[in-house]
């Protein structure tokens, strides 16, 4: 009965849209702090990586847009918003504390055109 175990394989959720937006933001949460690294229970604090997943799910907005159902949609732009705010919140916490892995602190900016929030890079000088 043991190796039956063994040889089963997990069973996954249906791969859809909200699925893989879901995915890629459980991974920029964990680089966030998230989720504790499992070698060192320590979180898990990589802003670079972060940001890499946000805009990766920035680009499948964009790439999808007009192709989706309105909950995919609403699903995208609310997993977005919560990325976008707790990566701001987790830069403004690592340049208090000194310790950012980044020599670039993004900008929260509010765009009129279609009210999306957007991590923009600036310099820190």
Do not use: H, W
């Amino acid at each position: 009965m043991a190796e039956e175990q063994k040889n089963e394989l997990p069973e996954f959720p249906p791969l859809d849209f909200e699925t893989l937006i879901t995915e890629y933001s459980t991974t920029a949460m964990a680089y966030l702090g998230g989720m504790p690294d499992p070698e060192t229970q320590e979180p898990i604090f990589n802003l670079q990586l972060a940001k890499r997943m946000i805009d990766t799910i920035d680009l499948l907005k964009e790439k999808t847009k007009g192709n989706l159902s309105t909950p995919e949609n609403n699903f995208l732009e609310n997993t977005l918003y919560s990325l976008k705010m707790a990566y701001v919140r987790a830069v403004q916490n690592s340049a208090g504390t000194g310790s950012g892995e980044e020599s670039e602190i993004p900008e929260a900016t509010e765009t009129t055109a279609d009210s999306e929030t957007k991590i923009e890079d600036s310099p820190e000088n």
